[in-house]
């Protein structure tokens, strides 16, 4: 038994008893014909029977499914920065997190369409409870992370998860995607926690920090959302974090927060890669000599870049003029979005409660705010 059995996804070999396994499963069979609609049950079941890896699961089935979320519930998606990728290079891209599939979905698909490697990405094991969920997830190359274990077992479960990386860039030329925190952002504030650095750093063995770090070629990710679809969904937990209250998810509200991302309407989405890491990590090692000082630097630099690339829609100017009842922004969009999202935030806050509402638009006014902390902000 391999030690990453516990968190890897499915081998290529395990692949075709696995959608055998599957193919009749009711979300299986809404999944297609969502994806394939004028296509009947026997052709797409057929392929599924023909298939025998992840690449072919992910190119004949996923990418497509991808494709028709985009049509269905956005206004299109950009991209910016992977034409400086290069092809048959495996990078460690550490992203700001939205949305617990489209994030790591809408990045592979970006990455296949120019024709570069795409990722095992991380998931957390709350995501994938239910056995459709855990299969689907391994089939397209997510590997687990576990959550709330005692100090020791998170210890160990972080070092496997460390070393699975390692093993995935250096040893099988795979990218990986992690986010640059535990969960997703709710706030809009999108910071890297230092712990997925030192989680990172555990697996590097005799090599040099430094050394390990520029192999792994870190390349920072940024997704924006112009409507965030779990925006409302978002609100009871920010709501008892104001109160200083313990929040407690109910029952299935992971799995209904992850349809709500998929199906939400989301209009336009911008996903920005920056440069490997390279002249960074060199800079801050010459100049910081402890390692927390170093680890914080680099936490400093992705947020930095992953801040500025951040694509600012008219939904987060117009939820800072709310915010600070101003027009100051006004130039950046239309009476009829303001009405627009103006509708939204009244159908989904009660705005009886000046927290909701204020937790509400800081969710969207946040990036802007994070942008005009940096020397050059430009909201042109």
């Not at 027009?327 to 159908?347: I, N």
């Amino acid at each position: 038994m391999s030690k990453f059995d516990p968190i890897r996804p499915f081998y290529d070999s395990e692949v075709n008893q696995a959608l055998k396994e599957i193919a009749h499963h009711p979300m299986m069979k809404a999944m297609m014909h969502f994806t394939f609609p004028d296509v009947r049950e026997e052709v797409w079941l057929n392929q599924l029977y023909r298939t025998h890896s992840i690449r072919d699961f992910q190119i004949n089935f996923i990418y497509h499914a991808i494709q028709k979320v985009l049509e269905k519930s956005s206004d299109g998606l950009t991209t910016s920065g992977f034409e400086n990728l290069a092809p048959n290079t495996a990078y460690l891209f550490i992203s700001n997190h939205r949305d617990i599939i489209l994030d790591t979905s809408l990045l592979n698909t970006t990455l296949y369409e120019h024709g570069l490697l795409m990722t095992t990405s991380a998931i957390g094991d709350n995501l994938v409870k239910k056995p459709f969920l855990k299969v689907l997830s391994r089939l397209t190359r997510n590997f687990t992370v576990y959550r709330r274990l005692s100090s020791r077992a998170m210890l160990e479960s972080s070092l496997i998860n460390s070393e699975y990386i390692r093993n995935s860039i250096l040893s099988e030329n795979r990218s990986v995607w992690i986010a640059q925190r535990e969960g997703r952002t709710k706030d809009g504030n999108d910071q890297t926690q230092k712990g997925v650095l030192k989680m990172l750093s555990l697996a590097r063995g005799e090599i040099s920090l430094r050394d390990y770090l520029l192999k792994l070629k870190i390349v920072p990710v940024s997704i924006s959302y112009e409507n965030d679809p779990t925006d409302v969904l978002k609100m009871p937990e920010l709501l008892a974090k104001a109160n200083a209250e313990i929040y407690v998810k109910e029952k299935n509200e992971d799995f209904r927060t992850l349809m709500s991302g998929i199906m939400g309407q989301k209009k336009k989405i911008h996903i920005a890669v920056g440069d490997v890491l390279t002249e960074e990590i060199h800079h801050i090692f010459d100049e910081e000599k402890a390692l927390n000082r170093q680890l914080q630097r680099l936490t400093e630099v992705l947020d930095r870049v992953i801040i500025s690339n951040y694509r600012l829609w008219p939904t987060n100017f117009i939820a800072l003029d709310l915010l600070n009842n101003s027009d100051e922004y006004r130039s950046h969009y239309t009476p009829a979005q303001k009405e627009e999202f103006e509708d939204r935030l009244h159908k989904g806050v009660d705005m009886g409660n000046p927290i909701a509402v204020q937790n509400f638009l800081a969710m969207y006014a946040n990036p802007v705010i994070n942008q005009q902390k940096l020397e050059h902000f430009n909201p042109l």
